[in-house]
């Protein structure tokens, strides 16, 4: 994904990047309205929540670590950001069962543990400032190392739903 990095880019070139940087943005929207949508269809066919959510989170972070692996291998930067599109598209599939799996733990401190999940989530945002540059210095200036990087944690997340009880009140919660 050099094009991002190139030098002398136009105006016209910036449009078009700000343009295209909605695109994963819309695809996530879309992504998290039709999973709530279709999960109340996918539990009516399994006949179970758990095996849905779980489902889900494993293929969202799936999907997501696949499509940044794949965005990192276009140098067009339409097809660039459609990959990174559908990468945001799976990330959002796991937010439906994420936020419910809360309700449903927590019982009465389903706010408590809501908060502290986002909390911990935003434990990356924080660090990426940090830790992006000190990765792409290391790799060169080059970009596609840390959108592995993500990618790599992605992974983690699909194989951490595989564990994740997603319906079972922690203890006290009641």
């Not at 695109?23 to 179970?48: D, H, M, Q, Y």
């Not at 986002?118 to 959108?147: E, F, H, Q, R």
């Amino acid at each position: 994904m050099t094009w991002l990095c190139r030098p002398g880019l136009t105006q016209a070139d910036r449009y078009q990047a700000a343009a295209l940087a909605a695109l994963p943005l819309f695809l996530a929207g879309i992504s998290v309205w039709l999973t709530g949508k279709i999960t109340p269809w996918l539990v009516g066919r399994t006949g179970s929540v758990a095996r849905v959510r779980r489902g889900l989170g494993t293929a969202g972070s799936g999907i997501a670590c696949v499509m940044l692996v794949i965005a990192t291998t276009f140098e067009n930067p339409l097809f660039a950001m459609l990959a990174m599109g559908v990468s945001c598209f799976g990330n959002d599939m796991c937010m439906p069962g994420s936020w419910t799996a809360c309700m449903d733990l927590g019982g009465r401190f389903a706010g408590t543990l809501s908060g502290f999940m986002n909390m911990m989530g935003m434990v990356g945002g924080l660090l990426a400032p940090y830790t992006i540059p000190i990765i792409l210095d290391s790799a060169g200036g080059n970009w596609d190392v840390p959108i592995l990087v993500i990618a790599a944690v992605y992974f983690v997340g699909a194989i951490a739903w595989l564990g994740i009880d997603p319906v079972t009140p922690l203890e006290g919660a009641a």
